[in-house]
Nanobody, 122 residues
Framework: VQLQASGGGLVQAGGSLRLSCAASGRTGTSYVMGWFRKAPGKEREFVAGIRWRGGDTSYADSVKGRFTISRDNAKNTGFLQMNTLKPEDTAVYYC????????????????WGQGTLVTVSS
């Protein structure tokens, strides 16, 4: 499974960005796609996840109400719409896939994209 993340960039506080994650290879039809981020000096943290079959979503408390995860089944692509961005959202964002189709636990995500940098200026 290969994951290609894109859409990062520089935005002012209060602005929006949309990240994309294109999945290819033997993904199957039932997996979990997650977004994680790692800021300098901080641990990697879960941001959002979506179960490909059914579309159930989960969010970190820090992004609830501001970020929306979605998917395009036909294109095998996931999205993370980020609104009302804050400087503390600055990080490298990674998409990842858990092939078991259920768990959002970080340890179950075994395929990772290369990361895309999001910088939010104050």
């Amino acid at each position: 499974v290969q994951l290609q993340a894109s859409g990062g960039g520089l935005v002012q506080a209060g602005g929006s960005l949309r990240l994309s994650c294109a999945a290819s290879g033997r993904t199957g039809t039932s997996y979990v796609m997650g977004w994680f981020r790692k800021a300098p000096g901080k641990e990697r943290e879960f941001v959002a996840g979506i179960r490909w079959r059914g579309g159930d979503t989960s969010y970190a408390d820090s992004v609830k109400g501001r970020f929306t995860i979605s998917r395009d089944n036909a294109k095998n692509t996931g999205f993370l719409q980020m609104n009302t961005l804050k400087p503390e959202d600055t990080a490298v964002y990674y998409c990842a896939v858990n092939p078991d189709g259920m768990s959002m636990m970080v340890s179950r995500f075994i395929y990772w994209g290369q990361g895309t940098l999001v910088t939010v200026s104050s």
